[in-house]
């Protein structure tokens, strides 16, 4: 027997069962550089392998809108053009250029500080895998033939893999790789599939088809159990399947607390595929739409009619509040298609609303795309990392231009759209009271907040400990905040990731919070502490 201590949860769960060693085929290139002669052949052998993984991904859009963003990325014609370049110029042969290109594609995805952003290079590598196998001509497993009731063990599973995964026989995901908002951890919560990622060496542990107990709630994996370990685990995982019964039927009971105050239970979304996820959960609306996905995910700047089809699309899925976030890029969250000075401490520096305010035209392109789908549903706009009431004011005057520009277009928006902030920074802090007066709305960034507030760089590992939104600085930081937006009368809610920590549920209702906002998986474990 042997105990492992895991710390990165994906989705929590117990699960008992034999191992499934998900080995993946070699996808490294072979051979390598060509003769000049053979440059043609090598391009027609890529453009080739683009048809057919674009016809194969075409079929599974059908089924899943995951792959809908695949093929665009697939069809890109940057991707293509690397390649390309790098067989004619540097004499690659078709796999190395292929494999170079996605490498400088993933990393400039990896570079970013948002967690959630860094994971989308592993659609990147999903979609070089797929172009892989064709070249290479081999055959990628198939986790949609497993019959028996297994705990999948894998170096990492990308989305090719995770959409066949069936959780009637899928009991347990543990991974190599991946962190807690990559698109294994997303789909597992989804499926509540207790998942642990992040344990580095696991398959060198595991043999095929040896019994392994894992509690992703407490990070621990035990394999080749003893019979009073085996049965300890078999108890605790029928009580956790109870559990999930019984939190599943909860979600028909709005969130209201015992005193009677109605509670807003809202999701943290990238675009409408998480949407579709979280209505699932029974919520109440979106609290924070990350509209830089959409940046990210593009070529070049997304146009006033692209922007405006995605918020559309969000607007007219959920029926209450979507509440759409202004670019938050910059520092050393970049673009693929702009390039930003390099920058001594980029969490302090140009970033966000600070963007925006300086490319007043590409700023207005989006004010006018989200004022245009507030015909369309409930929209909200909501301004990130402010400091200052004058750029409260000049972004507010900037949406009010747009306004008017539309009216005279006779295109038609919610004259009233709220418009509100993040609350992430310490000056917003200190002057929360000034900006009750302006804003409609407030939402508690405690991701950035803690960072800043504590002087405490929120991705660096070395100092992860000291990263803690319990702290009492945060706790009377956010409590100041709820009190003065209370007093100028607008709501206040949450959408950093201590929304969505159930510990703290309780701490924020004393406090007086108005609106949870959080990942689709954790709605069901903060009702149930609203509830109580
Ligand atoms: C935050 O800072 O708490 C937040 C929700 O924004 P982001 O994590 O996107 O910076
Ligand atoms: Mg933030």
């Keep these: 027997m042997e105990r492992i201590d895991v710390e990165k949860t994906a989705s929590r769960g117990v699960a008992v069962a034999p191992v499934y060693k998900y080995l993946e085929p070699d996808f490294s290139p072979d051979g390598g550089l060509i003769a000049a002669d053979q440059a043609g052949m090598e391009c027609e052998k890529f453009i080739r392998a683009k048809e057919d993984v674009q016809k194969e991904l075409e079929l599974l859009a059908e089924e899943n809108?995951?792959?809908?963003?695949?093929?665009?990325?697939?069809?890109?014609?940057?991707?293509?053009?690397g390649v390309e370049t790098k067989i004619t110029e540097e004499l690659m042969n078709a796999q190395l250029a292929l494999h170079n290109t996605i490498e400088e594609f993933a990393a400039i995805f990896e570079m970013m500080d948002d967690e959630y952003m860094r994971e989308r290079a592993a659609d990147v590598r999903d979609i070089g895998k797929r172009l892989m196998a064709v070249l290479k001509g081999i055959q990628r497993p198939d986790l949609g033939s497993i019959k028996e009731e297994v705990i999948v063990a894998a170096r990492d599973l990308y989305p090719s893999d995770t959409v066949k995964l069936r959780p009637e026989v899928v009991k347990g995901i543990i991974t190599e790789e991946g962190g807690v908002t990559s698109h294994v951890s997303i789909i597992a919560k989804s499926l509540n599939i207790p998942t642990l990622v992040g344990v580095s060496g696991i398959l060198r542990k595991l043999t095929d088809g040896s019994l392994v107990c894992m509690d992703a709630g407490d990070g621990v994996i035990v394999v080749d159990p003893d019979r009073e370990t085996l049965a300890g685990y078999q108890q605790k995982k029928e009580a956790y399947e109870g559990e999930r019964t019984r939190l599943k039927a909860l979600r028909q009971q709005p969130a209201v607390t015992k005193d009677g105050k109605r509670i807003a239970l809202c999701a943290n979304v990238g675009n409408a595929?998480?949407?579709?996820?979280?209505?699932?959960?029974?919520?109440?609306?979106?609290?924070?739409?990350?509209?830089?996905?959409?940046?990210?995910?593009?070529?070049?700047?997304?146009t006033e009619e692209e922007q405006f089809a995605v918020y559309k699309e969000a607007a007219e899925l959920?029926?209450?509040?979507?509440?759409?976030?202004?670019?938050?890029?910059?520092?050393?969250?970049?673009?693929?298609?702009?390039?930003?000075?390099?920058?001594?401490?980029?969490?302090?520096?140009?970033?966000?609303?600070?963007?925006?305010?300086?490319?007043?035209?590409?700023?207005?392109?989006?004010?006018?795309?989200?004022?245009?789908?507030?015909?369309?549903?409930?929209?909200?706009?909501?301004f990130p990392m402010i400091i200052s009431p004058e750029e409260l004011r000049e972004a507010k005057a900037l949406a009010e231009e747009c306004k008017r520009e539309l009216a005279a277009e006779g295109i038609a928006f919610d004259?009233?759209?709220?418009?509100?902030?993040?609350?992430?920074?310490?000056a917003s802090v200190l002057l929360a009271e000034e900006f009750a007066e302006e804003a409609d709305f407030f939402s508690i960034g405690t991701n950035d907040l803690t960072q800043y507030l504590l002087a405490v760089d929120r991705g660096n590992k070395r100092i992860a400990e000291k990263y803690d939104y319990f702290h009492p600085a945060v706790v009377k930081a956010v409590g100041h905040i709820i009190a003065a937006g209370h007093k100028k009368g607008i709501k206040v809610g949450m959408c950093g990731e201590m929304a969505g920590d159930p510990d703290a549920a309780k701490l924020l209702l004393d406090l007086g919070l108005d609106e949870f906002s959080m990942s689709a998986g954790s709605v069901d474990y903060v009702r149930e502490q609203i509830l109580k």
């Design 415 to 426: 004259g009233a759209i709220p418009m509100g902030m993040m609350m992430e920074t310490p």
């Design 318 to 382: 959920i029926p209450q509040e979507l509440t759409i976030r202004t670019l938050d890029i910059g520092g050393d969250k970049g673009l693929p298609y702009f390039s930003f000075d390099e920058e001594e401490n980029p969490f302090l520096g140009w970033r966000a609303i600070r963007v925006s305010l300086d490319m007043k035209d590409m700023f207005k392109t989006q004010l006018r795309a989200i004022l245009r789908a507030s015909a369309f549903g409930h929209v909200r706009i909501m």
């Design 65 to 81: 809108p995951i792959f809908a963003a695949h093929l665009e990325i697939a069809g890109d014609f940057t991707l293509q053009e």
């Design 273 to 302: 595929e998480d949407i579709r996820r979280a209505l699932e959960m029974n919520i109440d609306g979106v609290g924070l739409f990350r509209s830089e996905l959409l940046y990210m995910e593009n070529d070049h700047f997304p």
